[in-house]
């Protein structure tokens, strides 16, 4: 069974628009979640995380909110360039669990010209 | 400052053998754990080596097993290959005195292919 779930496997967006990728988790004792960015014949690269007693989290282009009652966390990309093109992994880890994450099937995002 | 390095990048096995990939962590790393990626999935936690010990370990079978070495350097070994064990192996470094953010820096992966 599935503890970090994302259900879109695929997401298309136009250039300078919002992106926004979705991620929902079953387990209340995580107590980090993260994205993760992947391109073709490349190792996930960190992207940002937020930790579970906050809500939202910035950086840049990139902000993750999170939901803790819904058990949801959503990525937002504003704006989004072509560069942006990749897999995101959504993945989160429990209190002394460092380095065991939990991650998603990840969604494709396109980022169109 | 090199990255975490990995090698063998692509290898072709048959069922039944034997393979040893090998993971060089970031510079200033100490811990390393080991993901397995298979096609159209997110990375799955197999185990976590630090003070050339197994500290923690996913749902893998006994077939899978490492070590790391004082360099902190790690291998993950699989015996009598599956043909379900094709997939990509990434290894990833951290710092295990740390503010922990659970950032994690991974290599470029093992492809590997069973036939």
Redesign the interface.
Known sequence: DQQ?K?NSPSLSVQEGRISILNCDYTNSMFD???W?KKYP??????LI?ISSIKDKNEDGRFTVFLNKSAKHLSLHIVPSQPGDSAVY?C?A?GQG??????????TKLSVKP | DAG?TQSPTHLIKTRGQQVTLRCSPKSGHD?V?WYQQAL??????IF?YYEEEER?R?NFPDRFSGHQFPNYSSELNVNALLLGDSALY?C?S?P?VSS??????????SRLTVL
Request: aromatic share 20%.
């Open positions: 970090v994302q980090y979640f993260l993760y014949a490349e190792g996930p690269t960190f995380s992994f993945a880890s669990s460092q380095g065991n994450l939990i991650f998603g099937k990840g | 975490v811990t754990s159209g999935q997110g990375p799955q936690f976590q923690q996913g990434l990833a951290t295990r922990y953010t659970g950032e994690l820096f991974f290599g470029e992966g």
